[in-house]
């Protein structure tokens, strides 16, 4: 079936590197490609997304593009920030199917000053 | 303001007792989901509904109930049978569309001891 597969965390890193969290997925078809973002204590919010091969999301500086020849969409961010330390998922919905979304297991981020 | 309400943010229950969990959204939304959230599991999904009475068991079904009387309600009942209901809740809902983005409430905490 459809899956998701994350770099394991946690990540560490300090203010102003540069972050790249991995993620490739299984899926038949084309689907759309998505990562949230979930601070400590709420609900996930929708950071960026990709809906076909080649499609760059992009939102508050990180950036994915969805690689169909690596089944890849990579999260990026140039230059991190104290305020950027939460969880990040990725996640897949096929196109054609049901409405549901797979997730990641998630990688949490911390950011030091 | 739009958007979705999850309440109480937390929720204690003696073991043995069955518990719901409200979702409520004003976006006008057809399909609405439930989620648990565990350390390192990521989501996994419980039930989910794409219109008004109706609904589909996800990946982690037994245990809980759901029902969908109004556009804007889910509950979610958490029953005495559910074997480890501790955990975070996670109520979604989606944007019809091409892109089907989900989004997400602020979660329940449940604590059952």
């Known amino acids: 079936g459809d899956s998701v597969t994350q770099m394991e965390g946690p990540v560490t890193l300090s203010e102003e590197a540069f972050l790249t969290i991995n993620c490739t997925y299984t899926?038949?078809?084309?689907?759309?490609l998505f990562w949230y973002v979930q601070y400590p204590g709420e609900g996930l919010q929708l950071l960026l997304k990709?809906?076909?091969?080649?499609d760059k999301g992009s939102n508050k500086g990180f950036e994915a593009t969805y690689r169909k020849e690596t089944t890849s969409f990579h999260l990026e961010k140039g230059s991190v920030q104290v305020s950027d330390s939460a969880v990040y998922f990725c996640?897949?919905?096929?196109?054609?199917?049901?409405?549901?979304?797979?997730f990641g297991k998630g990688t949490k981020l911390t950011v030091n000053p | 303001d739009g958007g979705i309400t999850q309440s109480p943010k937390y929720l204690f229950r003696k073991e043995g007792q069955n518990v719901t969990l409200s979702c409520e959204q004003n976006?006008?939304?057809?399909?609405m989901y439930w989620y648990r959230q565990d350390p390192g599991q990521g989501l996994r999904l419980i039930y989910y509904?794409?219109?008004?009475?109706?609904?589909q068991k996800g990946d982690i079904a037994e245990g809980y109930s759901v029902s969908r009387e109004k556009k804007e309600s889910f509950p979610l009942t958490v029953t005495s049978a559910q074997k480890n209901p501790t955990a975070f809740y996670l109520c979604?809902?989606?944007?019809?569309?091409?892109?089907?983005?989900?989004?997400f409430g602020p979660g329940t905490r449940l604590t059952v001891t």
């Open positions: 976006l006008n939304h057809d399909a």
């Open positions: 996640a897949l919905r096929f196109m054609g199917g049901s409405e549901k979304l797979v």
């Open positions: 509904s794409q219109i008004v009475n109706d609904f």
């Open positions: 899926a038949t078809g084309y689907p759309s």
């Open positions: 979604a809902t989606t944007r019809s569309g091409f892109d089907y983005e989900q989004y």
């Open positions: 990709a809906t076909k091969a080649d």
